[in-house]
């Protein structure tokens, strides 16, 4: 009854957001006139694009922010992204995401791709530190097949940073917290003036477990991470050429992968069964740009190496992996009057990864070597119609080997797919516009990588998904509200399905999975001082045709697909106060994120009900240089679970994961 009483509450809080209020504008005194809200620009599109005119559902949640929230995490973003949700799936380097009911179901294969500064990231760093120079973080909504490919089921996550330049800067952050300490520092500025520049960015994090072992009710659950980046551009004043270089490194040693009986879940009283990892990614990239004047040729490159040494339930189980991509595309530049907008380029990925359970005597391998040719066009009929064409092309080889007590085994396999986009949107107004959309994703095929003694060889078949899409998207008002709404319908046919025991799971096809829903996304700033945003979203994400040779005879047509929750909300104010003389400006802020029910297995018997999540604080900023925040998330200390599963024979019954309790904290960043 609590749950769904929040929800109310959302709801009309988000009503009375989304009431027009003219004659109160024009009341407002002087010092309180609207002020228009600029229109952001997005380059997750692949070119630099006006977020209102794109032909789909875009967000973008500025860094500042994040930061005033306390939200320092990339998984964070949920809470201020509707029909989104970033959970921990064992531990965080399996984070699953779930975008419009698309769930990662796949251990090593979110069905959301994750982007930094436009190069592909490792999916075990869904939940990495974010950067210190961070600008903002882009979500394109629903499949991006054309322009991705593989995994680009539920949408793409872009951060985008901002580039070293000629300016000088030193900036250090605290951030002191009832749950540990987090500390970094940041500088960077021109090496040659107008010439050569560089920056880099270091941050340590310290986490308190919430944890007691049944046992030894000793802390269980901490959690220690390094990260860090440096950068070198060279990009002459007036040259066409923009050339850098980056290295990063993300290092977490976590004890984090608890478990807690259902009878414990609010006195926190984890399993004594030991789990803990060692968790390191070296990251290198080399992006360049030519700027041609009409277009914008760019070259990506990436590298990552990844460790995960891990110990779950007792076990041993490490795991690596090395992944090379290489991206090369011209889009259009920006310009009035233009007839036509486009993309299009080559990608070639080659993965390698490894898996050993020493136990067992047991070792997988694994390369997979993709291939893909992209492009998108958007033809500018009129003034007020945009026609929108897209196609890829994307061939995969996967060679597998196993080793079993010195006997090996090989399988090889390759896989194709065409991905077709095409989309349509007419202005009815300057600020109204209105669009049409059937966009594909495609998640290619393979062999368990997780492999055991009983699922050696086990291989899946590719699977397709389909999304026909409708939207509109206003800026009304004098433009001091922006609205956005989508209704989407998205097929699935050979949805993959991690199946079989929690110990030995492996990916198989189980047949259809429909997801239908409708969104609602609104920023509205009345006035100077006030801002108001927030989302809302419905989703039914379930299996329309169950078949899973893992269990012939059962059939689960009709249940709900797990990590897919049915409603997700939030909504956020802020209320800027200026202080008398130079002593700057006083920010308060609250917010609400909603989750629905959601179920943590296909047969939907283990789950977590709804639950509410709210957040305050209050910022004092000294022009752009001082930042001081104090902070609450979870105010109501919400205990909720984030995983679980049935630990059939064990005796514990379910067992399950839990979400972060009440945080407060204090956050002081300076700039030089």
């Known amino acids: 009854m609590r749950s769904h009483a929040l929800l109310g509450v959302s709801l009309v809080a988000m009503t009375a957001v989304l009431r027009p209020f003219p004659s109160h504008a024009q009341d407002v005194a002087a010092s309180e ?6 229109r952001i620009v997005v380059s997750a599109t692949k070119r630099l694009q006006d977020a209102f005119e794109a032909i789909g559902e875009v967000a973008t949640v500025e860094a500042d922010e994040l930061e005033e929230r306390g939200f320092s995490t ?157 950068r070198l551009r060279y990009a002459p004043v007036g040259s066409p050429l923009d050339v850098m270089f980056s290295y990063g490194r993300n290092q977490r040693e976590s004890d984090e992968e608890r478990f807690v009986m259902q009878s414990m879940l609010d006195s926190r009283i984890s399993l004594p069964v030991p789990s803990h990892y060692d968790l390191t990614i070296d990251s290198y990239g080399l992006t360049a740009s030519y700027d041609l004047g009409p277009a914008t040729i760019t070259s990506l490159t990436g590298y990552q190496d990844r460790s995960l040494l891990r110990t779950i339930f007792g076990s041993y189980t490490p795991e690596w992996q090395k992944t090379f991509n290489q991206e090369l595309r011209i889009a259009s530049n920006p310009q009035e009057e233009a007839m036509l907008d486009y993309v299009a380029g080559l990608y070639f990925q080659d993965l390698d990864f490894r898996r050993e359970v020493p136990a067992s005597t047991l070792a997988s391998h694994q390369e ?73 994703g495609f998640k290619a095929g393979g062999f368990t990588r997780a492999v055991t003694p009983t699922n050696i060889g086990f291989s899946y078949q590719p699977q397709h998904s389909y999304n026909y899409e409708a939207g509109i998207k206003a800026s009304l008002f004098d433009n001091t509200l922006e609205l956005g709404s989508s209704v989407y319908f998205t097929m699935t046919d050979d949805y993959q399905l991690s199946v079989g025991p929690v110990t030995g799971q492996y990916l198989q096809n189980v047949g259809e999975v429909e997801s239908k829903g409708i969104s609602l996304i609104a920023r509205w700033q009345p006035v100077d001082p006030l801002m108001l945003s927030g989302g809302i979203a419905f989703n039914d994400s379930y299996f329309s045709s169950y078949n899973n040779p893992a269990n012939p005879g059962v059939d689960l047509t009709g249940n709900k697909v797990p990590y897919a929750p049915d409603v997700t909300a939030n909504l956020t104010a802020a209320y800027t106060f200026g202080l008398p003389g130079e002593f700057g400006d006083l920010v ?17 018997t283990v789950g977590q009900g709804a639950y509410a999540l709210f957040d305050a604080g209050l910022s004092w900023k000294h022009g752009e240089r001082v930042v001081a925040d104090l902070y609450v998330d979870n105010i109501t200390d919400e205990t909720y679970a984030v995983y679980g599963f049935d630990s059939a024979g064990s005796g514990f019954g379910n067992v399950y994961q839990l979400g972060q309790g009440r945080k407060i904290g204090g956050r002081l960043k300076i700039t030089f």
């Open 33 to 38: 006139e609207p002020i228009v809200l600029p």
């Open 74 to 230: 990339i998984d964070s973003i949920d809470r201020v992204f509707p029909d989104v949700l970033i959970r921990q799936r064992s531990s965080r380097a399996y984070s699953g995401i779930t975008v419009r009911g698309q769930s990662s179901v796949d251990f090593y294969n979110p069905t959301t791709q994750l982007y930094v500064d436009g190069l592909p990231q490792d999916q075990a760093l869904f939940s990495q530190l974010l950067p210190q120079t961070l600008e903002r973080v882009e979500l394109l909504y629903g499949p991006q097949g054309t322009l991705y490919g593989r995994n680009a089921i539920g949408g793409v996550i872009n951060v985008v940073t901002r580039k070293p330049e000629n300016e000088y800067f030193l900036s250090p952050v605290l951030d002191v917290n009832s749950l540990g300490v987090l500390g970094g520092v940041a500088f960077g500025g021109a090496l040659v003036e107008d010439v050569l520049y560089g920056d880099a960015w270091f941050s340590a994090e310290r986490e308190d477990g919430e944890m007691r072992d049944m046992a030894t009710n000793e802390r269980t659950g901490d959690s220690e991470t390094l990260a860090g980046q440096a």
């Open 368 to 440: 997979i070597r993709s291939y893909a040719a992209f492009g998108e066009v958007t033809w500018h009929a009129t003034e007020r119609i945009d026609l929108t064409g897209g196609l890829r092309f994307d061939y995969e080889k996967v060679d597998a080997a196993t080793t079993l007590a010195g006997v090996r085994q090989t399988n090889s396999a390759d896989f194709s797919a065409l991905s077709p986009k095409v989309g349509a949107s007419y202005k009815v107004t300057d600020d109204v516009l209105v669009y049409a959309l059937f966009s594909t």
């Open 588 to 604: 308060a802020r609250a917010g609400v994120t909603y989750v629905g029910k959601t179920w943590f297995d296909e047969a939907n």
